[in-house]
């Protein structure tokens, strides 16, 4: 994984946090209540652990009821695809 890519993930998961602490929810009441994934994985999601695929932002974004576009908002998509 390329920098900008942990770095995003880090950013992505820092916001996720975020969200899911203003619902007022502990991960785990959050996860049970709100998503079809295990607390394990969304903890990996909200540590930057996670090179997260499509479906399953469209599934988080709906888990936090905000729009992928909010989602990624602020996250930085310059990429350098001669690396890949």
Not at 45 to 59: A, T
């Amino acid at each position: 994984m390329q920098k900008i890519d942990i770095k995003n993930a880090v950013k992505l998961g820092k916001k996720v946090k975020q969200l899911r602490q203003e619902s007022g929810l502990s991960l785990n009441s959050f996860v049970m209540k709100n998503s079809d994934t295990t607390t394990a994985t969304w903890s990996r999601l909200e540590n930057g652990k996670n090179d997260i695929k499509l479906s399953s932002l469209l599934r988080v974004a709906a888990a936090l009821n905000i729009s992928v576009c909010e989602l990624l908002k602020d996250i930085d998509f310059d990429y350098n695809f001669e690396e890949y």
